[in-house]
């Protein structure tokens, strides 16, 4: 792991302690792998990626622990998500301002900043449908894996499900 992403991991880890302190949570240790495991990754995984993965460490862990653990850190506003939710939703642990690269292929989803898109207008016209937390733009296309995969491949895979609920 490089050193800017071990910063950037003990930054999101001390401020996930803080905040569960002030807010009375448990700092148990299935929680903190769990964060630890959203905190670690640039995937935007949903919820099963994430039990996978720290069922290796933990293998009394539940899927339904991760569920929930998953949307407690999502009502204290340490982590956000992608998508409605329901099964299948992402979630991500970068709270900096930032927009979304997704493959439509094979679901990858990527973090980029852009000082332009922060600064646009939501129209007044979506204030009729509800009102706006927050907005931010997600770029749509293939990412370069796909791309290269294309030009390569004389017989291309069928396209993914992950990640395409639209
Ligand atoms: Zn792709
Ligand atoms: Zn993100």
């Known amino acids: 792991m490089r050193k800017s992403e071990d910063t950037r991991n003990d930054r999101r ?4 302690r803080t905040v569960a302190r002030e807010a009375g949570l448990k700092l148990t240790h299935q929680r ?4 630890r495991e959203l ?3 640039e995937e935007h995984p949903d919820a099963e990626t994430i039990f996978r993965a720290v069922q290796q460490r933990m293998p ?3 899927l339904d ?3 929930r653990t998953l949307w407690t850190l999502h009502d204290l506003g340490l982590v956000t998500t992608l998508g ?3 099964e299948g939703v992402r979630f991500d642990a970068n709270l900096d301002r930032h927009h979304h690269f997704s493959c439509v292929r094979c679901g990858l989803v990527r973090d980029f900043e852009s000082a332009e898109l922060d600064g646009l207008r939501v129209p007044d016209s979506v204030r009729r449908l509800g ?3 927050d907005a931010h733009v997600e770029v749509r296309g293939l990412c370069a894996t ?3 995969d294309r030009r390569t491949s004389r017989d291309p895979k069928p396209p993914a499900t992950r990640g395409e609920r639209r």
């Open 60 to 62: 009394t862990v539940s």
């Open 32 to 35: 903190l792998e769990i964060f």
């Open 39 to 41: 905190a670690g990754t």
């Open 131 to 133: 009102s706006v937390a």
């Open 65 to 67: 622990t991760v569920y």
């Open 84 to 86: 409605p939710r329901r």
């Open 146 to 148: 796909c791309q290269r």
């Open 13 to 16: 880890l001390e401020h996930f």
